[in-house]
């Protein structure tokens, strides 16, 4: 069974960092490209971040320079380093695969206050 469980989220302030965390199960990790999601309140889902199985990741334009992707093939888990945290980056965090993303977790939280 494919199942995505995020962790890392918080309450931090505006300029601050959070370290988000995602193991995946039912998958074979190593083979697939992998990414993070993001929904705010009253938007849709959006791209956040991915990473390739080579490694090579790329970013939405509002994140890049601030975020960093990251993944561990030993541990089947996919990390993102967030800094310099902005109001705008509030939204529930999820990982899935880059493409036909599905079984969607329960994602987490990070709020950033002003």
């Known amino acids: 069974q494919v199942q995505f469980v995020e962790s890392g989220g918080g309450l931090v302030q505006a300029g601050g960092s959070l370290r988000l965390s995602c193991a995946a199960t039912?998958?074979?990790?190593?083979?697939?490209?992998m990414a993070w999601y993001r929904q705010a309140p009253g938007k849709q889902r959006e791209l956040v971040a991915h990473?390739?199985?080579?490694?090579?990741?790329d970013y939405v334009s509002s994140v890049r320079g601030r975020f960093t992707i990251s993944r561990d093939n030993a541990k089947n888990t996919v990390y993102l380093q967030m800094n310099s945290l902005k109001p705008e980056d509030t939204a529930v965090y999820y990982c899935?695969?880059?493409?036909?993303?599905?079984?969607w977790g329960q994602g987490t939280q990070v709020t950033v206050s002003s």
């Open positions: 899935n695969l880059r493409v036909g993303p599905d079984n």
């Open positions: 039912g998958i074979r990790f190593s083979i697939n490209n």
């Open positions: 990473i390739s199985t080579t490694g090579s990741t």
